[in-house]
């Protein structure tokens, strides 16, 4: 069964440094999205990108993060200057069918990242 | 703008019993649909079964299904038979009709089957 997958599946870092972290979408798929759990709350959506462009973002996603799709089958998050509030699980997700509201999103195992 | 509420932040039922999961949303879209995740302690997102607005039955998917009220905006995950593998935490979650559609979440509840 396809499924997405994300690598790495724990990452620690510095304050202040950049991270990427890398998701590989189920293969005919073609929105993806980024969300982010706070170790003991509840998930939230941070962007969304579909045709090579950000479809939506949220307040949470400033000018420190940034998505691509470098190679038509990786889809990247980059937190240029991590802080500590970023540490949390970060899910990619992706559907196949925007359009039909029935199709769910399938997500990754999470990357779970500590910034020091 | 949208809303998921769960009310319990935790729950117990014994083996083998039933247990219900309480979520009620707030959406101002006609159409929208309607999500329950697991996510066990080992953190993935696991999809158990989906509610159309426009589905006129409740969802079933082997041991889970959504009773769906539409009038009162709740949409409540049923477990039968529960087991202990069940034990995790649920999130209920929507998408409704905007440009992205995102998935909104509530803030979960965790269940705890005791043998």
């Known amino acids: 069964e396809p499924e997405v997958t994300q690598t790495p599946s724990h990452q620690v870092t510095q304050m202040g440094q950049e991270v990427i972290l890398r998701c590989v979408p189920i293969s005919n798929h073609l929105y993806f999205y980024w969300y982010r759990q706070i170790l003991g709350q509840k998930v939230e959506f941070l962007v969304s990108f579909y045709n090579n462009e950000i479809s939506e973002k949220s307040e949470i996603f400033d000018d420190q993060f940034s998505v691509e799709r470098p190679d038509g089958s990786n889809f990247t998050l980059k937190i240029r200057s991590t802080k500590l509030e970023d540490s949390a699980m970060y899910f990619c997700?992706?559907?196949?069918?925007?359009?039909?509201?029935?199709?769910?999103?399938?997500f990754g195992p999470g990357t779970r990242l500590l910034v020091l | 703008a949208q809303k998921i509420t769960q009310t319990q932040p935790g729950m117990f039922v014994q083996e083998k019993e039933a247990v219900t999961l309480d979520c009620t949303y707030d959406?101002?879209?006609?159409?929208?649909?309607l999500f329950w995740y697991k996510q066990p302690s080992s953190g993935e997102m696991i999809f158990l079964i989906y509610?159309?607005?426009?589905?006129?039955q409740n969802a079933t998917e082997g041991r889970y299904s959504l009773n769906f009220q539409k009038a009162r905006k709740s949409a409540n995950l049923v477990i039968s038979a529960s087991q202990l593998g069940d034990s995790a935490m649920y999130f209920c979650a929507m998408r409704g009709m905007d440009s992205s559609y995102k998935l909104i979440f509530g803030s979960g509840t965790r269940l705890l089957v005791r043998p």
């Open positions: 997700a992706s559907t196949g069918d925007r359009e039909n509201y029935q199709e769910t999103q399938y």
């Open positions: 509610q159309g607005s426009y589905d006129e």
């Open positions: 959406t101002s879209d006609q159409s929208y649909g």
